[in-house]
């Protein structure tokens, strides 16, 4: 068991792998940018999102990977934002209109602001969806958005309401011995941004990096 183990972690056969998975992503995406759920399948914004976070995690995390394919998407995610800001009747652009997708959307875009600014045809849309982070992101509820928006927040410079709210979830933990900080509103869920160790690890992200 212990030599199984080993395998999974040699160098030689992660970096084969990581070119391998690369190369199935690469020839996945479409001429958009966008990415399938299936090779072959339509467009899907979520998962084009979902991968293009990835891409932001793993290299904020020290990982040495080529991230164009990620910047090739960012034109058709921030247009999916700014289709979404337009369906809103003007007169209802007052209301909430944030969810947990929006949220993510903050999030993995902080990620490239460097590599690609937000173009001026998608500005006006994007503002909008950073003014509703700071004004609802308490009622969004859920804790895993919540940090989305923290630390979208504080890359996108505002660190005052980054901090916010984290200040606001670090007052709705609960400490103890031995199971250190923790949360009573963790439940079991099959939607993505209730996964409980996916929130946890969102915690610790978004503390380490607002506070």
Do not use: C
Request: charged share 25%; glycine share 6%; proline share 2%.
């Amino acid at each position: 068991a212990r030599r199984n183990v080993g395998i999974l972690f040699d160098q030689n056969r992660l970096d084969s792998e990581t070119v391998s998975v690369l190369r199935k992503l690469t020839q996945m995406q479409l001429p958009d940018g966008a990415w399938p759920w299936f090779p072959g399948g339509r467009a899907n914004d979520y998962i084009t999102l979902y991968i293009t976070t990835g891409f932001g995690r793993l290299r904020h995390l020290g990982v040495d990977i080529e991230v164009s394919s990620a910047l090739k998407s960012l034109s058709r995610l921030d247009g999916w934002m700014t289709e979404n800001y337009r369906r809103i009747d003007t007169a209802d652009r007052e209301k909430n209109h944030l969810s947990s997708t929006i949220a993510f959307y903050l999030y993995g875009r902080s990620f490239f602001l460097e590599d690609q600014p937000v173009a001026d045809e998608y500005r006006e849309a994007v503002n909008y969806w950073l003014a509703q982070a700071k004004t609802y992101w308490l009622d969004l509820g859920i804790r895993q958005s919540q940090a989305h928006l923290a630390i979208a927040l504080k890359r996108f410079g505002d660190v005052k309401a980054a901090r916010g709210i984290m200040r606001s979830i670090k007052e709705r933990s609960v400490s103890d011995e031995e199971m250190g900080m923790y949360w009573r509103d963790t439940e079991l869920s099959w939607w993505w941004y209730r996964a409980p160790i996916e929130t946890q690890a969102m915690m610790i992200e978004a503390f380490d990096e607002v506070m």
